[in-house]
């Protein structure tokens, strides 16, 4: 099970590296126009896909956690907050992008919540079945 959630997890972030590359050229794509079609449509699809990346990573490292005192995080959420603020601060280097504060807080909403997600994901599968004995 792991391994597919691996797998697809690689693939979903060369997905997302795409899309990113095809907005950083100035190209046009079906989601682009979506977007912009649907209100908040820009601001959901940063909320959606950089929550699920959060989401699958954090499953596929096996909810794998790193302590910075008494701070514990995901180490799938870490990985998935360093990538999108390193993406949404180079946006400043191509003339076709924009930086916008309010992607950034999308993008905080979106994995904030889905590591909430793998938060209950993880304790429903890591919870252990009651076995009920019968007492003689």
């Known amino acids: 099970m792991y391994r597919f959630v691996a797998i697809f997890t690689v693939a979903f972030f060369g997905f997302v590296l795409w899309v990113i590359y095809l907005a950083n050229i100035g190209q046009s794509h079906i989601l682009f126009q979506w977007a912009a079609a649907t209100p908040y449509g820009d601001k959901l699809g940063h909320l959606f896909i950089f929550g699920f990346l959060t989401f699958i990573a954090n499953i596929s490292l096996k909810l794998k956690t790193v302590s910075f005192g ?15 603020l390193a993406e949404e601060f180079s946006q400043s280097y191509f003339p076709t992008r924009t ?14 919540l889905f590591t909430g997600i793998s938060h209950l994901v993880g304790n429903r599968v890591n919870r252990q079945p009651i076995l009920l004995t019968e007492q003689t």
């Open 99 to 112: 930086m916008d504060i309010e992607d950034v807080i999308a993008d905080a909403i979106g994995i904030l």
């Open 70 to 84: 008494r701070v514990t995080i995901y180490l799938g959420t870490l990985l998935v907050s360093i990538f999108v």
